[in-house]
Nanobody, 125 residues
Framework: VQLQASGGGLVQAGGSLRLSCAAS????????IGWFRQAPGKEREGVSC????????YYADSVKGRFTIFSDTVENTVYLQMNSLKPEDTAVYYC???????????????????WGEGTQVTVSS
């Protein structure tokens, strides 16, 4: 099983980037795949999760309305379109299989078994 993340880079505040997570070695619909990020000195944060079985999408409050997760089932790839980027979005971004727990209005996105290498996203002010 492999998850290969790409698409990071340096962008100015207000700009956009699209991250890609190419999956191989397993049946694409058998896992939810999402994105996580970790900034220096901070804990890893679940950013978004795509549940392919019903095309449900989940987002952390910090990125809701700015980031969009979607998939290409032909390419076995999950994308994270990031718009209106802020300096606080600067982090190493990882894709991973994920699960989501929803309690009331609180969404908790956690990584599960498989993780890809990270890709650096830097947003300058």
């Amino acid at each position: 099983v492999q998850l290969q993340a790409s698409g990071g880079g340096l962008v100015q505040a207000g700009g956009s980037l699209r991250l890609s997570c190419a999956a191989s070695g397993f049946i694409f619909h058998s896992y939810a795949i999402g994105w996580f990020r970790q900034a220096p000195g901070k804990e890893r944060e679940g950013v978004s999760c795509f549940v392919s079985s019903d095309s449900s999408t989940y987002y952390a409050d910090s990125v809701k309305g700015r980031f969009t997760i979607f998939s290409d089932t032909v390419e076995n790839t999950v994308y994270l379109q990031m718009n209106s980027l802020k300096p606080e979005d600067t982090a190493v971004y990882y894709c991973a299989t994920c699960r989501v727990t929803v309690v009331g209005t609180t969404i908790d996105i956690r990584g599960t078994r498989y993780w890809g290498e990270g890709t650096q996203v830097t947003v300058s002010s």
